[in-house]
């Protein structure tokens, strides 16, 4: 009999690996809703890539939205139940497109760790994504940061809440220039802002930043910051892996370890992720949170993967 995996594409051949994957780790797969009421997602814009959503009535009247996100609907449903919840998915998702003129159906697969997560289980999910990008069978890069470290620099610099937005766009833009002009009409001194400089748009392999980063630590946020990418990262091969602390995290949502990955051969990010206990807290779950997602339309260039 004809082998059944000779009939698949290389496509559906590599989101098989993804899932032997997750499943070996005791990850089970779960399906989403298509759609949940516009006020669930109103009322968690925050945590949204864009407030633009597809609306339409329901037979009862209430209003409906496609999801635009699979992360918040998996914890409304499967956010509490005071164990350890290890979840993946397959799932299509609707938002803007990259060019902002249309909707683009997204395929995405991804993964979720749910309720009682400590350092055992956050390491886990970044082993998972290190071997997520290795099964593509390209050259790969999986970039770290932590909400932490950029935050805790902002204090130790007593930088004006109204300065911090502009920084940490020149900041996740690697714009020193732009960097240095906010900084100076937030009022800081030439060595503050030269120090900012060094420290936020550091960026290098693990091997030589971590040891770096301890050093341009300022307090005790900045410093735990360091010491748990060092631990999460601890096994992996640091050849693929770059500390970056320019990756952009939103403290309303993130609250820990930030990553994304890519590939050679594409442009964009084809994996995200990072802890997001804050959500949690806001949708009235216990426990903390760390996942990521793969994009398989971006991944497969586009093409429509289910």
């Known amino acids: 009999m004809e082998n059944l995996l000779d009939i698949l594409s290389p496509q559906e051949r590599t989101v098989l690996s993804f899932r032997a994957l997750f499943e070996s780790k005791g990850y089970r797969r ?87 997560v400590g350092k055992a289980e956050v390491s886990e999910v970044l082993y998972l994504s290190y071997e997520s990008l290795k099964l593509t069978g390209k050259p790969f890069r ?38 240095r002009m906010t900084a100076e009409a937030a009022g800081l001194s030439g060595e503050n802002i030269d120090f900012l400089q060094k420290a936020a748009l550091l960026s290098g392999g693990a091997d030589k930043v971590i040891d770096t980063a301890f050093k341009y630590c300022k307090n005790s946020e900045m410093h735990r910051a360091v010491g748990q990418i060092k631990d999460a990262i601890d096994g992996l091969d640091s050849s693929n892996i770059l500390i970056d602390f320019s990756i952009r995290g939103d403290e309303d949502y993130y609250s820990g370890l930030m990553f994304c990955g890519y590939i050679k051969g594409r442009s964009r990010v084809v994996l995200s992720g990072g802890q997001y206990d804050n959500m949690l807290k806001k949708m009235n779950k216990e426990g903390r949170a760390i996942g990521f997602a793969l994009y398989l339309s971006e991944l497969f260039g586009g093409e429509r993967h289910a």
């Open 30 to 116: 779960i399906k989403a809703n298509r759609f949940e009421e516009y006020r669930f997602y109103l009322e968690n814009i925050n945590f949204l890539r864009s407030e633009q959503l597809i609306t339409f009535s329901d037979l009862d009247g209430r209003l409906r939205a496609l999801k635009p996100d699979v992360t918040l609907s998996i914890v409304k449903h499967y956010g509490s139940n005071g164990g350890l919840n290890k979840l993946y998915y397959i799932e299509n998702v609707y938002r803007p497109g990259p060019t902002g003129r249309s909707f683009a159906e997204i395929s995405q697969m991804g993964l979720e760790c749910i309720g009682k």
């Open 142 to 179: 999986l970039s770290v940061s932590h909400v932490g470290f950029i935050a805790g620099l902002m204090k130790s610099l007593k930088v004006p809440t109204q300065y911090r937005g502009a920084l940490y766009e020149s900041i996740a833009s690697k714009n020193p220039l732009g960097l």
